[in-house]
């Protein structure tokens, strides 16, 4: 699955974090590994040209999604083998995100990984303008983030398990030898 990301919204995030948010929805959501995704961060007056050029809405927002292919899950048995999905755009604004965190009282990343999985869905044709949809959309959204920050848990518990290992290991002069350094290549 090939994930990129861009953020030109002059706010530092962790770019690597967010993409793990959208490869944990997309994985949990059964999305083909071939499936393509873009991610741009960007800041409050291009998101509010965004909302008001694609929505006709004022103002800026935190996430908008813009699906481009549809996923073809209709395919004849015999059909060759479909190439890369490209599910589309997401576009965050981490400056309005903020804003929201602190009213929701989370931090930053916490919010964009909400508005990622809250993206991805969206790209994936889920809605929220009637109640039943919402009502599945936010449930999906709800249990989907929370998984996420089960096995993020548990992965940064395991990694510091494993310093913590490797510090008591090379206490003890029981640590894993260098491997060799290979010889510099002649000289053409």
Same mark, same amino acid.
């Given at each position: 699955m090939s994930i990129e990301i861009a953020n030109e919204s002059g706010v530092a995030v962790d770019e690597p974090s967010i993409v793990a948010a959208a490869r944990f929805a997309l994985d949990r959501m059964r999305v083909s590994r071939l499936a393509e !995704? =873009? /991610?741009?961060?960007?800041? !409050? $007056?291009?998101m509010a040209d965004l909302h008001e050029r694609y929505l006709d809405l004022p103002g800026p927002t935190d996430v908008m999604a813009f699906p481009m292919d549809e996923l073809d899950s209709a395919r004849r048995p015999d059909a060759p083998d479909p190439g890369p999905t490209l599910l589309g755009d997401l576009v965050l604004c981490? %400056?309005?995100?903020? $804003?929201?965190?602190?009213? %929701? *009282?989370? =931090?930053?990343? $916490?919010? +964009?990984? @909400?508005l990622t999985v809250? *993206? /991805? @869905?969206? +790209?994936l044709g889920y809605d929220h303008a009637e109640p039943a949809e919402e009502r599945e959309m936010f449930t999906l959204q709800k249990r989907i983030l929370a998984d996420f920050k089960t096995e993020r848990a548990a992965a940064q518990r395991r990694? %510091?398990?494993?310093?913590?290992?490797d510090k008591l290991l090379g206490a003890v002069g029981l640590t894993a030898p260098e491997p060799p350094k290979q010889p510099d290549e002649p000289a053409q």
């Open positions: !995704l =873009s /991610v741009m961060l960007v800041g !409050l $007056d291009v981490p %400056a309005f995100a903020r $804003d929201q965190a602190h009213k %929701a *009282g989370h =931090s930053l990343m $916490d919010e +964009l990984h @909400l809250h *993206g /991805v @869905l969206h +790209l990694a %510091a398990q494993r310093r913590e290992d």
